[in-house]
């Protein structure tokens, strides 16, 4: 009989669909479930600001969706991805682990511990915690194993395309986070000068969410609604961008030094990176080539801009895969 695993992870762009078939493909029966109650805007705007304020919605989700789907079922792994809309409370999670004794729980930080920091009062339950962080690990190494994010098969499937001709010098499709906005408005309004087809895509939320960082971001000082993109972008359509892209722009938000997936997605489907997060000097498939580190200007006499991507070391590429990600939280050996 195969071994049965719990996902509950956030619906976000599509990533637990990748990462449940990937488990099925290694052997396992995957249930899903969906880490907050509720996928509108407007919930997810005021769960950041507030989770207080959706208790009532989160122990009713919990309660009559989340148990009679999982306390008939006996699990063997229970993985957890935790990011910015993770709903579950300490006792919810303390409930799984009544259920499911003999199972072993991971945890995945998809997100700083400055960003989560209620995520600490979980980790008791966890017999296994990751993060993307490399600054968490290294402040915590008690606590935390190092892991970056992946990339799929559908970014491999770019990579080995071999693209030479181009639409867009460069591209960059994201939620419109406050530093993010800035620094890609900056990257972009500078890079006009050697990158002239650039497909930007700033994507808001809600306009609730537009106002509340209008009142409190002084990074939208100067943001109009009408800058904003209010619908998300499919993976098919994301698919088609990214191979028409020479270049990608990115930028962490506030509180982060993690390398966002966008930056593994690059290295997937071999493209070249402009990023503000300058901790990815430290990952080993960086190099200048195919890396830039913006820090606020540009040197377009740089190897950056004058020569094409570089392939580097095949072992490194396969490292990054998500199927390698999943073995590597769930201990499986070749």
């Keep these: 009989m195969r071994e049965r695993v719990l996902l509950i992870a956030p619906k976000f762009w599509g990533y637990y669909q990748e990462i449940a078939n990937e488990i099925t493909k ?45 306390e008939t079922i006996s699990y063997n792994k229970i993985l957890v991805i935790g990011g910015m809309t993770f709903s579950f409370t300490p006792n919810m999670i303390h409930v799984l682990r009544k259920l499911n004794k003999n199972a072993k729980f991971y945890l995945y930080q998809w997100d700083s511990e400055r960003n989560l920091p209620y995520v600490t009062k979980i980790h008791k339950y966890f017999d296994h915690i990751f993060t993307f962080d490399r600054y968490d690990a290294s402040f915590k190494p008690e606590v935390y194993k190092f892991l970056p994010l992946f990339y799929t098969n559908t ?134 080539e195919n890396i830039y580190i913006y820090d606020g200007d540009f040197d377009f006499n740089s190897v950056f801009f004058n020569k094409g991507y570089k392939n580097i070391d095949q072992n490194i590429y396969e490292k990054y895969s998500l199927r390698n990600w999943i073995k590597t939280i769930f201990e499986i050996r070749d």
Excluded: W
Aim: glycine share 4%.
């Design 155 to 288: 970014y491999k499937k770019i990579g080995d395309m071999n693209v030479t001709s181009y639409k867009y010098d460069c591209m960059y499709v994201g939620t419109a986070h406050p530093r993010k906005y800035k620094e890609i408005t900056q990257m972009s309004e500078k890079l006009n000068k050697v990158f002239k087809n650039q497909y930007i895509y700033q994507y808001m939320p809600s306009k609730l969410k537009y106002i509340y960082h209008k009142l409190f971001s002084p990074e939208y000082k100067h943001a109009k609604y009408s800058t904003f993109k209010t619908k998300k972008l499919s993976s098919k359509q994301m698919f088609e961008l990214l191979q028409k892209s020479r270049c990608v722009l990115d930028a962490p938000q506030a509180g982060q030094s993690g390398l966002t997936m966008r930056t593994i997605e690059c290295l997937g489907a071999k493209k070249k990176l402009i990023t503000s997060n300058s901790d990815i000097i430290n990952y080993d498939f960086y190099c200048t």
């Design 26 to 70: 290694l052997g396992y029966k995957v249930d899903y479930i969906n880490d907050e109650p509720n996928d509108s805007n407007i919930y997810k705007a005021i769960a950041r600001v507030n989770k207080k304020i959706l208790s009532y919605s989160i122990h009713k989700y919990f309660n009559n969706i989340v148990l009679p789907q999982v």
